[in-house]
């Protein structure tokens, strides 16, 4: 008798499942919400430069009359920062049956990093002093539009969608150090807020839940465009060029829950 009510509940199951397999509708609008991280693939914080600093004065009294040569290396996003996280939100508009057209608004941060950036020959001692950079972080809002395809029918389907958006990027500073010459040039402006191009490509797989719910998991292809830069504190090193980029391209894992009203 117990067997035949568990062969009986997975049959159910089973024909559950099967029943559930309208992703989307004509007309039919879902919200989902969604979280994740992020995986830099390409993309400097900063490009390498060499630059001669006649006196060190300025920097450290201590060091009146002492010139070195800064030697900045580049730097990119995964060697400061790592992966991102991600929180966000989407309203999605039926096309067809296997189509739907969505709107997205995602907030994606970047924790503080820490480096060695270089270092600064110093003629005088025959030697290069390790040159450290801490990079605060890097915090934005990205507003998108898209279009997602699925394939297959069943509750559970895979899709790919393209999208195309904005991203909206706070400031960022950061502070640079020789521990070894006693100098220290904090919390300098490094990237003013910029606003920039966002676009990405993402394959996923959706699975119907319930009438109302689906679970949603996705990776992909995302960039973000460059930044603008900020010379007011390190362009008298001879490091104005350093920050002429700030773009960079990430691979995303998200889950999505989606809900149907």
Do not use: C
């Not at 049956?97 to 060695?116: I, L, N, P, W």
């Not at 220290?184 to 996923?204: C, M, V």
Request: glycine share 12%; no cysteine; aromatic share 12%.
């Amino acid at each position: 008798m117990s067997k035949t009510i568990a062969v009986a509940s997975a049959l159910a199951l089973v024909a559950a499942a099967g029943a559930a397999q309208a992703q989307t509708a004509p007309g039919q609008w879902t919200f989902g919400f969604e979280a994740g991280a992020e995986f830099p693939t390409d993309g400097e914080v900063h490009e390498g430069a060499i630059a001669p600093v006649p006196d060190l004065g300025p920097l450290n009294p201590a060091l009146a009359g002492v010139d070195a040569e800064l030697r900045i290396e580049p730097r990119s996003y995964d060697d400061i920062y790592g992966e991102a996280f991600n929180l966000g939100f989407e309203a999605a508009y039926g096309v067809s049956d296997s189509a739907e057209a969505f709107g997205s608004v995602r907030y994606v941060k970047s924790d503080e990093g820490t480096v060695q950036v270089g270092g600064a020959f110093v003629p005088a001692l025959n030697t290069t002093l390790p040159v450290f950079g801490t990079f605060g972080d890097v915090e934005s809002w990205i507003v998108e539009a898209g279009y997602r395809q699925y394939f297959g029918s069943g509750a559970i389907r895979p899709y790919v969608a393209g999208r195309l958006g904005a991203a909206f990027t706070d400031s960022v500073e950061a502070t640079f150090e020789i521990p070894d010459a006693d100098i220290l040039i904090a919390n300098a402006p490094f990237y003013d807020s910029t606003t920039s191009i966002s676009a990405g490509i993402d394959l996923g797989v959706s699975w119907q839940v319930s009438d109302t719910v689906s679970l949603q998991a996705e990776t992909g292809y995302r960039y973000v465009g460059e930044l603008d830069g900020d010379d007011s504190a390190i362009g008298g090193l001879g490091l104005a060029s350093i920050n002429d980029v700030g773009e960079r391209t990430y691979v995303p894992l998200t889950v999505r829950a989606k809900f149907t009203f």
